[in-house]
């Protein structure tokens, strides 16, 4: 990653080109967006990664409602969690769209799967994508940066202060991702079972 920031802006869009086909194949973003944020900085990582995953859900999301349909329609056939998607968005298509973008469900249905329900628009999709994404890119950049200049400090002998804004912020983003977030989720899909 260090090699791509010494490149400058060009390296930036490179990263934020790769980093949108590695949102579309449904990787895991966190861990990359905080080397981002190592190699970067924090407003430069944020940028390329907020921007990277940003696309590579919208082109997730394109594919999956048009050329890559067929193909997506036949993985997701058979799962409960699609089916509770299709569900949801054809009652509520907005709400559907930001609770499943907050879930614990994979990226395939986060995108791709949300490609396949119609009620749902693209601008329902981007702005869910868009909501969820800042907040969690913002994090890991700044993480990442964080971890960046403790590196540096601890190899020329030096030491920093604990960081209690990041750490707080860390241990938000794991009481929301491990309670919050299932709980909702679960209220949902409890909410769809009932009115099934």
């Known amino acids: 990653m ?26 895991p973003t966190s861990v990359v967006e905080t080397a981002a944020g190592m190699a970067f900085g924090r407003r430069r990582g944020l940028l390329g990664s907020f921007v990277g995953k940003t696309l590579g859900s919208c082109l997730a999301f394109v594919l ?18 699609f089916g509770a998607v299709v569900r949801g ?3 509520n298509p907005v709400r559907t769209a930001f609770v499943v973008r907050y879930s614990v469900f994979p990226q395939a249905i986060k995108n791709f799967g949300m490609a396949l329900t119609t009620p749902v628009s693209f601008p329902v999709f981007l702005s869910s994508a868009v909501v969820h994404g800042l907040p969690f890119s913002t994090l890991w950049a700044a993480l990442g940066d964080d971890a960046g200049a ?17 750490n707080g912020l860390l241990a938000f983003v794991t009481i929301f991702g491990f309670v ?11 909410d769809l079972r009932g009115e099934g």
Do not use: K
């Open 89 to 91: 968005a054809s009652r």
């Open 180 to 190: 919050v977030s299932p709980t909702i989720t679960g209220l949902w899909l409890a």
């Open 150 to 166: 403790r590196l540096r400090a601890s190899e020329s002998g030096g030491e920093m202060p604990a960081n209690l804004v990041l």
């Open 64 to 81: 999956g409602r048009t050329l890559l349909s067929e193909i997506v329609s036949s993985r997701m056939e058979g799962s409960e969690a």
């Open 2 to 27: 260090g090699d791509v920031a010494s490149r400058g802006d060009a390296g930036l869009l490179l990263y934020a080109i790769g980093f949108a086909l590695w949102e579309a194949c449904g990787l």
